[in-house]
């Protein structure tokens, strides 16, 4: 009879094995089909929990809640624009400067860096841009048409991804608005969702961290 119960039991935690890897893999496929989409709503879920605690605050001084999220939200932004707007000019004065050393930079690889790798290799490099055009059609140079299409196409590919990027950043404030409106019922859904057996030490160990 303890056999008989030992395959039983090994049969029920394969079965519970497989049924646990074939849901971990669909989850992870999902996850990974809809980053672009989850991706923006996980950030505006972090951007809503920080911000909770302060509607909260304004909310119980009797400030509209609504009006405190949006005032919180402008306030943010304000601070991502305020930001960028110290940011840039530093980085048009970091591209200036490249731009005004970029001739020294063009005359010493013409003058120092080729010659050595002339030398070593036993070549001779073309040293203008006329120079590469006549040995590409006199076929002394390949043209790789390969990867210049590969080039082509990953900067097709970031061009969209950039776009794509900055939709998800102007999507990110409007979910956290939403969620910020109705935050705590939210999270009290979330805590139904966990199993009776475990809430409570659940709960528990998610309070502690949030405190």
Not at 70 to 80: I, M, T
Not at 128 to 144: C, K, N, Q, Y
Not at 168 to 183: E, S
């Amino acid at each position: 009879d303890r056999p008989d119960s030992d395959r039983d039991f090994l049969a029920r935690s394969a079965r519970r094995a497989v049924v646990g890897a074939v849901v971990l893999i669909v989850a992870l496929a999902l996850l990974w089909v809809l980053k672009a989409a989850l991706t923006p709503l996980a950030a505006a879920f972090v951007m809503a929990y920080l911000l909770d605690p302060l509607i909260d605050r304004f909310e119980a001084r009797g400030v509209r809640r609504s009006f405190a999220i949006f005032l919180l939200l402008g306030l943010v932004g304000l601070g991502v624009i305020g930001g960028i707007l110290i940011l840039l000019p530093k980085l048009q004065a970091e591209v200036a400067t490249l731009a005004r050393n970029m001739p020294g930079y063009l005359e010493r690889l013409a003058t120092v860096v080729m010659p050595q790798i002339e030398t070593r290799v036993g070549i001779q490099l073309p040293h203008t841009f006329d120079d590469v055009i006549a040995r590409v059609r006199s076929g002394e140079i390949p043209l790789p048409l390969e990867a210049i299409r590969d080039l082509l196409a990953k900067a097709v590919s970031t061009i969209f991804g950039s776009f794509s990027s900055l939709i998800g950043l102007l999507v990110i404030p409007v979910l956290a608005y939403y969620l910020l409106v109705d935050f705590d019922s939210y999270v009290a859904r979330l805590g139904h969702w966990i199993p009776p057996r475990q809430r409570s030490y659940i709960v528990e160990k998610v309070r502690t961290v949030d405190r």
